[in-house]
């Protein structure tokens, strides 16, 4: 499972438990395996996560044996609402951690048809529109050497439209996302 997660914005307290979440996936499961490109700012919260302490940056986590999360790469301040990351944490997140399936999850607010991602600290207020999302999707998976991810979801408001259904359907054999708004502490990521 790779989680995109765009917290570089007002969502940054509500990113913490879902990231104590996926620490806690930490031994429960030999077959799932979770990786999280995560972008925080510091500036709407300042409490650690999965014994990770708040950081400026975008960085690589997986969960560890010890209950926590590791931190496998810091690559500095990544503009996560402009095209580009995604598409680079998709190929070299299959390439990274080889698996027989594949599911992406997009953490951050959504905005259907419209977009999804805000990184309020971008050069401007930036978000990937359809379009985008589609492209990097689609651009990753190329990458990579695949045609279609098994399940593609958002943990985004508002993501569940036509629009956004028929944009991905070439990229995911499933799509799971809610066509209302998501509450702020969104998926329980221990189902995993």
């Known amino acids: ?17 879902n990231l104590e979440q996926m620490a806690a996936l ?17 500036a709407y919260s300042s409490d650690p996560a999965g014994g990770i302490e708040a950081f400026n940056s975008t960085k690589l986590l997986v969960p560890d044996d010890a209950g926590g999360l ?12 402009r095209p580009g990351a995604l598409r680079e944490f998709i190929s070299q997140g299959i390439a990274t ?39 990097e999707i689609s651009g990753g998976l190329a990458d990579a050497g695949l045609t279609k991810f098994d399940l593609v979801g958002f943990d985004a408001c508002l993501m569940s439209t ?11 054999n499933y799509l799971v996302a809610s066509q209302e708004l998501v509450p702020g502490h969104g998926w329980d990521y221990r189902a995993f």
């Open 1 to 17: 499972v790779l989680v995109y997660l765009n917290a570089k914005n007002d969502l940054e307290p509500f990113a913490i438990p």
């Open 26 to 42: 930490s031994g429960v499961t030999g077959t799932v395996h979770m990786a999280a490109l995560v972008g925080r700012t510091g």
């Open 70 to 81: 590791t931190e496998l790469a810091d690559f500095g301040d990544v503009p996560m609402g």
């Open 97 to 135: 951690f080889p698996a027989s399936r594949y599911a992406l999850v997009l953490w951050d607010h959504g905005a259907g048809w419209v977009g999804y991602g805000v990184d309020e600290f971008g050069e401007s207020p930036e978000l990937l529109d359809l379009p985008d999302v589609t492209a």
């Open 162 to 172: 036509y629009e956004v259904a028929a944009a991905l359907a070439p990229t995911t």
